[in-house]
């Protein structure tokens, strides 16, 4: 069974990324990058008694979960998804463990609740009112690459259309000496079937995952680099990267310690070449 699909459209946030067309111009070397931090808009699309308990990890996956299904036209209620990210709500874990550490140990609701790590996923089924198949996981640095094979797997057995929505904020310390993720990243795809009678797709690319041992895609530009070093969400960008410069290339994708993901993209008729 051959994973693919057609990347319909992109949702994307983070440091000195806004959305994805302006990634898309820096990524495409037409615009200079320039890291700022990640500014996350309000849940607009949640009831405000919702909206108020939301931290950065809902409020990154649900930015860009809207940015992408919003560029594909679909509607968001009949839309399978998966959600991936290394951890929780980091901000939320650092509370909670401050709190049992003291003598008030008296733990609100809203601080359980948002602690799981299915939270952003169960925010997204009420802001986007969906009810379709939703999966959520975790694999450390590789969450990335493993949210999408699960997407590709929907595309392929289910034949049917697929969010993916990558995401990891920051932890406060001491929790930042372990684990430390120094801002917000998330980066949405909406995975579409190919034709059947194999026609170039009408989406930004055609992608096709298989395993692979060879070494991740590294990004020329040292601030870019660091970035996708410092983010696990942020492992897509070398894939971004070839999406936004329509440049047919394999990527290859951390998923685990002695496995990799191979991404072949393609543009219509374009041949795929190799980089690295």
Known sequence: MKLNACIESIGLIGPGLPDWPHAADI???HAPYVSERTVLPPPAALPSAERRRTGPVVRTALAVGHEAVAASGRDATTLA???AASGGDGQNCHAICEMLAGDDRQLSPTRFHNSV??????YWSIAARARATSNVLCAYDGSFAAGLLESLCQVAVDGVPSLLVAYDTEYPEPLHTVRPIADAFGVALVLAP???????PHGLAHIEAKLTDAPATTLAAPELEALRASNPAARALPLLEAIAARRAASVVIDYLPETRVRIDLSFGDTPTERTS
């Open 27 to 29: 990524l495409a070397g």
């Open 81 to 83: 998804s998966v959600f």
């Open 117 to 122: 790590h299915n939270a952003p996923a169960g």
């Open 194 to 200: 190919l034709a059947a009678d194999g026609t170039p």
